[in-house]
């Protein structure tokens, strides 16, 4: 099976300028990626925006899931807990672990820790993969 490359992707894409252009490393239960925040991921003074710290887990469970099965996988259900924020400049890991599979639906857990070992992010999501 030939694994198809987005390089526009808004998350792992190399080639859009814009975009966070992720690293991820994934084995069959597991996957992560490290992330530093930069000034344009900006909110309030100092603190990533909630929905780039959301764009990232989802990124992180959406390819883990795309990399083994080699079809885009889309995001049926994401439930997120905050429960610190990341700052800018603060290097953070993403890591998801898949829980379960029924045919094209799969079920992830992930979250986002701190370099200090806090985890500022908990989340669930349902991923169901292109047909």
Known sequence: MEK???TRCFGCGKD???GLK???YVNESDSYADFVPKPEHQSYDDRMHGGLVSTLID???GNHVFVLTGKPAYTADLHLR???SVKIGEKVRIESHIV???GRLFVTKGCVIKENGTVAVTAE???MTAS
Do not use: G
């Open 125 to 127: 999501a349902k991923l």
């Open 16 to 18: 859009n300028p814009i």
């Open 82 to 84: 905050f429960k610190d």
């Open 4 to 6: 198809k490359e987005y």
């Open 100 to 102: 379960s599979r029924r």
């Open 59 to 61: 990124e992180v469970m």
């Open 22 to 24: 992720l690293d991820m």
